[in-house]
């Protein structure tokens, strides 16, 4: 992985050809780690979007209920 953090899409599409390769086989040990590791950041940078975007999600239901209770109360 770059110094450039990756947009969730590129990322999942990296872990993915990760998991691939691994799944593969053939490699030598220093590799596989060296791979292994590069999707387990990976995997953490997805975690963190999509709780970042669960946030936001949850974040815009609350305003939507409050805006329809104050327009109930009306």
Request: with cysteine; proline share 1%; hydrophobic share 35%.
């Amino acid at each position: 992985m770059t110094d450039e953090i990756p947009t969730y899409t590129e990322a999942i599409r990296r872990l993915e050809a990760i998991v691939a390769i691994l799944e593969r086989g053939g490699m030598g040990l220093d590799e596989t780690l060296k791979l292994y590791e590069e999707g387990a950041d990976l995997l953490r940078l997805c975690k963190k979007e999509l709780a970042t975007a669960e946030g936001k999600l949850n974040e815009l239901q609350l305003d939507e209920i409050e805006t329809q209770l104050q327009t109930e109360e009306q």
